[in-house]
């Protein structure tokens, strides 16, 4: 096993577009390290610089303390799994598990034990006479772990091997895969821009948006403390609220209302609460709380979805990312929603009433709106 | 719950593009059918009969005898089977040589133009390089120019090499042909990449790349070529014609078979037997490689 290394690690395609502006990161022997972010991030990119697939145009990617730019990917001892699995489909399971150890002129007493040991412990014994052809998604899925496995590599390398799986699926083989990693305890890089993924899997994330690393950290500290607002908005689903306040003489006032225990320099700021942040609370409540128009309720089974418009507050604030409403002018003439509660089921409101909600304590992140960094609270 | 239990397609469901063939994906509606088959028959068959007509005179004029042949109105069915004109072929003519020789230069030339046109398409395909896009270029534009445009200065250069009268003149020249690299390059693109970084990541060499994962990949390709190519060889006259002068050793079937054909009068006969065991081996080869026949035609939009 090994550690690896980016040194600001940057790469430019003709163009000249920067898919990765200079990463530095460590991932440390035998880490579980989860790089996310939206599409065309340069987190794809980022994971096949390790591999040797793409060249590293400036900086340094090392492995195991060694520098491995200009050495080619079947030296530097890393195994990947690729998102549609690339699985040889002209050869069998086993043949596909094989190939990489014959490949490296492993003996063939050596190359059977092996492939043995890996089918055992995936339980692919039964499929070794397959192509890959004639397997479900969730068995390609296991072969190509096992392809990667058996060689025994230094560093694991995935590239969102869990997006062609379907939703139940998804879910069974991120445990496994958890689990798997605990059993191995290979040094394991991840690629996905599913946030749930990421924050179930990792030991920590890595957040990159447009070729930048946004923040480092285990997945719950960076949900609970977001660097900016694009990491508010991308990691949680739905996204942090974010609202427009003012703070003057260091308290930050939303729609009229003062927050409670919340200090930021006096000027514009953007006020971030995350959709469990907000309860509904009685007429009695002490402290700060927001009258709310509820617009849209959206049941999931286990809780409820809540998009409603503060009373007082107008215009939205989507984080960097989000998607334009479907309805274009729901946003310009001020009628769309600007904050998204969750409750559970039996709080259920309906569309058209009246909420009071209440801000839970420690809730409130704030960010400042022309830099989108965070802004210290205390 | 039937809408995700299906995976996604993915780039590992077999490669074989012969699968897609007819599958439109469009559920047949019941048809109230005034004829017991489809109505396009009416038409495909009589075509089909035109087409086949002069494979039937041929095989009808090889057993006539040579009055039979030269009777007008044509008889179209002879009494007695002559036989013996093929007999009369292998017997009076040089048959035996000019078919071991046009199988010789055959088998030769679409060895050499799989594995040279592979490794050139393969280059073309996956590797960059300086100008690769240029050269490609020109290569593909000397697909426009027809044969008899370079026949003179490519007899030239043959002539130095010293190849007149040999049935080298014949393979050397055709050792690689354009449209092979042409077509391999387009195939070589359309398979996924992943496979190949994959093999890469597993210690595999850019040879073994290609003999391991992108020819076996791409045998359907690769059967096309070598059967379109077999066609052109084995049916070439004008270029045998022009360098195969006076060696009558090195004659190939398109030669020989010309011989028949007199200044003053043809043996018909003789000609239709001599051509129909000319074509016995294309025959064969049609019959086991029919759908990379069919394949081949509609990719290659040239010549057929």
């Known amino acids: ?378 | 719950m039937s809408s995700i239990t299906a995976p996604a397609p993915t780039l590992d469901e077999p490669i074989d593009l012969t699968h897609l063939e007819g599958e439109t994906g469009m559920v047949e509606r019941p048809r109230r059918r005034l004829l017991p088959f489809d109505p396009w028959h009416l038409f495909l068959a009589p075509l089909a009969f035109v087409m086949l007509l002069p494979l039937v005179w041929m095989v009808v004029t090889s057993l006539q005898t040579k009055a039979q042949t030269l009777h007008f109105p044509p008889i179209l069915w002879p009494g007695t089977p002559q036989f013996v004109n093929y007999l009369d072929v292998i017997r009076d003519s040089a048959f035996g040589t000019w078919f071991w020789n046009t199988t010789v230069v055959t088998v030769l030339v679409v060895a050499s133009n799989l594995v040279l046109c592979t490794l050139a398409a393969y280059g073309f395909a996956r590797i960059r390089f300086l100008g690769r896009g240029f050269i490609y270029f020109v290569l593909l534009a000397t697909l426009m120019v027809p044969l008899q445009v370079v026949l003179i200065p490519t007899f030239l250069i043959v002539k130095q090499l010293g190849l007149l009268d040999h049935l080298g003149a014949l393979v050397v020249p055709n050792l690689v042909n354009v449209f092979g690299i042409f077509m391999l390059t387009q195939f070589f693109r359309t398979l996924p990449i992943d496979l190949e970084e994959a093999a890469r990541i597993d210690g595999a060499s850019r040879l073994s790349i290609l003999l391991r994962i992108v020819v076996p990949l791409s045998l359907p390709a690769l059967a096309t070529l070598a059967v379109i190519q077999f066609l052109w060889t084995w049916n070439d006259f004008l270029w045998p014609l022009v360098t195969i002068l006076t060696n009558q050793d090195a004659f190939t079937l398109q030669l020989g078979l010309a011989t028949f054909q007199g200044a003053h009068q043809t043996q018909w006969h003789l000609v239709a037997a001599a051509n129909i065991m000319s074509m016995i081996p294309l025959i064969v080869l049609f019959l086991l490689a029919q759908r990379y026949f069919v394949r081949g035609i509609a990719t290659q939009g040239l010549k057929g």
């Not at chain 1, 200090?263 to 402290?287: Q, S």
């Not at chain 1, 989507?318 to 559970?344: F, H, K, M, Q, Y």
Request: hydrophobic share 40%; glycine share 10%; charged share 25%.
């Open chain 1, 1 to 378: 096993m090994a550690s690896v290394s980016f040194d600001r690690a940057t790469k430019v395609y003709p163009g000249p577009v920067v898919a990765l502006r200079e990463l530095s990161l460590d991932v440390a022997d035998g880490e579980f390290l989860i790089l996310v972010g939206p599409s065309g991030c340069g987190k794809s990119t980022a994971l096949r610089m390790v591999a040797g697939l793409e060249r590293i145009s400036e900086g340094t990617i090392s492995i195991g303390g060694r520098p491995v730019n200009d050495i080619p990917p079947k030296d530097r001892d890393i195994a990947m799994v690729f998102q549609n699995y690339a699985l040889y489909p002209h050869m069998t399971v086993e043949k596909n598990l094989a190939f990489g150890l014959r490949q490296r002129k492993t003996k063939p007493d050596d190359v059977r034990r092996l492939v043995d040991e890996i089918s055992r412990m995936l339980g692919l014994e039964d499929l070794l006479r397959r192509r890959p052809g004639q397997l479900s998604g969730g068995q390609r899925q296991r072969v190509a772990m096992g392809r990667a496995l058996v060689r025994e590599p230094e560093v694991f390398l995935l590239d969102e091997p869990l997006s062609n799986l379907d939703a139940k699926l998804r879910v069974q083989m991120r445990a496994q895969l958890k689990r798997l990693h605990e059993h191995v305890g290979v040094t394991t890089i991840y690629v996905t821009h599913d946030q749930v993924e990421a924050i179930t899997l990792g030991e920590r994330i890595a957040v990159l948006s447009e070729g930048v690393l946004q923040q480092v950290g285990p997945p719950q500290s960076v949900y609970d403390h977001p660097a900016n607002v694009f990491v508010a908005g991308f990691i949680g689903s739905p996204p942090m609220n974010l609202l427009e306040g003012t703070a003057s003489d260091g308290r930050v006032v939303v729609a009229e209302v003062e927050l409670d225990r919340v200090r930021a320099p006096d000027g514009p700021v953007l006020v971030g609460i995350r959709p469990e942040g907000l309860r509904p609370v009685g007429g009695d409540h002490v402290g700060a709380a927001f009258d709310v128009g509820v617009d849209l309720v959206e049941p999931l089974g286990d809780e409820v979805l809540v998009h409603g418009s503060i009373d007082g507050l107008d215009g939205v604030v989507r984080p960097p990312d989000a998607e334009t409403p479907l309805l274009a002018d729901a946003d310009a003439d001020g009628a769309g929603s600007n904050v998204t509660i969750r409750l559970p089921p039996e709080e259920r409101p309906s569309a058209g009433s009246r909420l009071r909600v209440g801000v839970a304590p420690n809730a409130v992140r704030l960010f400042d709106p022309s830099t989108g960094r965070a802004i210290e609270t205390t």
